[in-house]
């Protein structure tokens, strides 16, 4: 991480010939405070490129196009952005969506996905979402045997779903333990490796010719793309161990996961998706000779780079020989960032009042967030130029599980997130979603109940 540029340094042009995203992005931050989308009364925002997202796809479904035999169902991992104007957008470049629960399968279905193309994924599906998934049509991947005994009562015989079963590959973590799925305690998934496990799935697929599919997904952020492909691998010589076991092709389809890992450190998009690809053919080529679909779900991959948050400079003080930028970008929306700074570091951009990149020569500063706690920092000791009262910070690469994914601490709305496309000249916004307002706070914090308590009396 250079922690000493004002500005991140320019990365490579993307294909398409417009400038570097962090130059593109200043522009769209200037026009954002010059209408009015980010000032004192809006003091925080995120911000998503929806071109950009476009392009990320794009790569995406090229890199695996690449090998021309294989069918492969991009999904995108609604946890990642889970705003219905993006999973729209994704499903208008052709992807499906993966869901992990209710509420996402609910956003996939709003946003207009085909249940053919969603993914149901989650350690605890309850009966009723089992139910919902089937009758819908929506793919599940049980993640345990207990799961597969469920769906075995719940499926109907004429279910359009296609079933899969998650595996543990267990060939270890990355470099951040809670990104890290497939370590030998892993809670996702039946973990292969442990006495008896593997000859159990083999025969539970033996036993349920309605059981198709094998998912894993190795890990994210901190996985090496070696790592992901050895769990991969894995899970391919499982298929083609089934399949060997029952002299038939039962197992019709292998979904690889997501856990692309995203460079934070600067423009650039690294690893690209086509690295990804070849590490999997070097590690399995069989994955890709045409005799298995694929299914993949890549969330931060696609759209951390997509986006960036944008918050006014409240105050500034000095303590203990510190400088301080209290500023609206804390822990309800950079919650990975503000309790595991070394594992998530950001890259953060300073402008002016008028959203124009900053001047001026470095000072160590402490870029602190509205939150009441100590903790509450995005960024510690970092060198950018002097900010003031009024300036703005940009918090870069935030466009996967930051503002989409905001936390509720001290009661703070939830900012408001706006999607631009086009060029510097003709760029234009369009909301995605409104700032939470003060009703619906005081709505979600049980206003209908107010005397809920008071009226309570436990003795008589
Ligand atoms: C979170 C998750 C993904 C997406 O992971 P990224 O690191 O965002 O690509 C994919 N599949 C499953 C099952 C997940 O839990």
Do not use: F
């Given at each position: 991480m250079d922690a000493t540029s004002p500005t991140p340094p320019p990365g490579p042009a993307p294909p398409s010939g417009r400038p570097p995203r962090s130059a593109r992005f200043a522009e769209v931050l200037r026009l954002a405070v010059a209408e009015g989308l980010l000032g004192e009364e809006r003091p925080l925002a995120g911000f998503l490129d929806a071109d950009g997202i476009r392009e990320s796809a794009d790569a995406l479904r090229d890199a695996f196009a690449a090998e021309p035999g294989v069918r492969v169902l991009h999904t995108f991992a609604a946890k990642a952005a889970s705003l219905i104007p993006v999973l729209r957008l994704l499903a208008d470049c052709g992807m499906g969506c993966e869901v992990a629960g209710p509420g996402e399968l609910r956003l996939a279905v709003e946003a207009g996905f085909a249940p053919a193309r969603i993914v149901l994924d989650s350690p605890a599906k309850t009966r009723d979402e089992l139910r919902l998934a089937l009758a819908l049509g929506v793919a599940v991947n049980a993640d345990s045997f207990g799961e597969i005994r469920r769906i075995e009562g719940l499926r109907s015989p004429g279910s359009a779903s296609v079933l899969g079963l998650r595996v543990n590959p267990q060939v270890g973590g990355g470099s951040i333990g809670a990104m890290s799925t497939a370590t030998a305690t892993s809670k996702f998934g039946v973990a292969l490796r442990d006495p008896g496990a593997r000859d159990r799935v083999v025969q539970t697929f033996v036993e349920?010719?309605?059981?198709?599919?094998?998912?894993?997904?190795?890990?994210?952020?901190?996985?090496?793309?070696?790592?992901?492909?050895?769990?991969?691998?894995e899970t391919y010589r499982l298929a083609e161990e089934i399949n060997g076991v029952l002299g038939t092709r039962r197992v019709t389809g292998i979904d690889?996961?997501?856990g692309l890992p995203v460079n934070f450190d600067d423009d650039e998009t690294r690893p690209a998706f086509a690295e990804y690809v070849a590490a999997l053919r070097s590690a399995a080529p069989g994955l890709f000779d045409g005799r298995y679909d694929l299914v993949t779900e890549f969330g931060r991959s696609l759209l951390a780079k997509n986006g960036f948050i944008g918050a006014r400079v409240e105050y500034t003080k000095d303590a203990g020989g510190r400088r301080i930028a209290l500023t609206h970008a804390g822990a309800q929306i950079a919650t990975r960032t503000v309790f595991m700074p070394d594992a998530w570091p950001l890259r953060i951009g300073a402008f002016d009042g008028e959203g124009r990149p900053h001047g001026g020569p470095p000072m160590v500063q402490d870029i602190a967030g509205p939150c009441c706690f100590a903790g509450d920092v995005v960024a510690h000791a970092r060198e950018l130029p002097e900010l003031r009262e009024g300036d703005f910070v940009v918090l870069y690469d935030t466009g996967a599980y930051y503002f989409s994914t905001p936390w509720a601490y001290n009661s703070l709305p939830r900012p408001a997130v706006y999607g631009f496309a086009g060029e510097t000249g003709s760029l234009r916004f369009a909301p995605v979603r409104e700032a939470q307002s003060l009703d619906s706070v005081a709505a979600e914090s049980g206003l209908r109940h107010a005397g809920a308590l008071t009226g309570l009396h436990g003795r008589p």
């Open positions: 349920r010719p309605w059981l198709t599919r094998l998912h894993a997904h190795v890990g994210s952020q901190g996985c090496s793309l070696d790592l992901i492909a050895a769990g991969i691998a690889i996961g997501g």
